[in-house]
Nanobody, 125 residues
Framework: QVQLVESGGGLVQAGGSLRLSCAAS????????MGWFRQAPGKEREFVAH????????YYADSVKGRFTVSRDNAKNTVYLQMNSLKPEDTAVYYC??????????????????WGQGTQVTVSA
């Protein structure tokens, strides 16, 4: 029903910045909650950021708060994750996720219905 495609990943040195994009198709984003997750090698997938499409309220994991910013562009049906002051521990595959709209902030994997294929982010020391 909803297709998500991430882009913008790559290799960056510690302290650098990178912006990820999540383009949606099949349904308007205004009806969804959007989340960003990441999974490092040998580790479980973890929550990174959440955004309410309506109003744009955001919520972040403590590990990225103050460094990452999630935003959305209504006209482009795209969600972004601006990552600044990157650290080697930020290295992971980053995933975009969507679910039917709810007022509750959703931080769990099971709380989302649609997922992108992921984009690799590698931060060198």
């Amino acid at each position: 029903q909803v297709q998500l495609v991430e882009s913008g990943g790559g290799l960056v040195q510690a302290g650098g910045s990178l912006r990820l994009s999540c383009a949606a198709s099949g349904r308007t984003f205004s009806s969804y909650n959007m989340g960003w997750f990441r999974q490092a090698p040998g580790k479980e997938r973890e929550f990174v950021a959440h955004i309410m499409w309506r109003g744009g309220a955001t919520y972040y994991a403590d590990s990225v708060k103050g460094r990452f910013t999630v935003s959305r562009d209504n006209a482009k049906n795209t969600v972004y994750l601006q990552m600044n002051s990157l650290k080697p521990e930020d290295t992971a595959v980053y995933y975009c996720a969507a679910r039917a709209y709810t007022l509750v902030v959703v931080t769990t994997i099971s709380g989302y219905d649609y997922w992108g294929q992921g984009t690799q982010v590698t931060v060198s020391a």
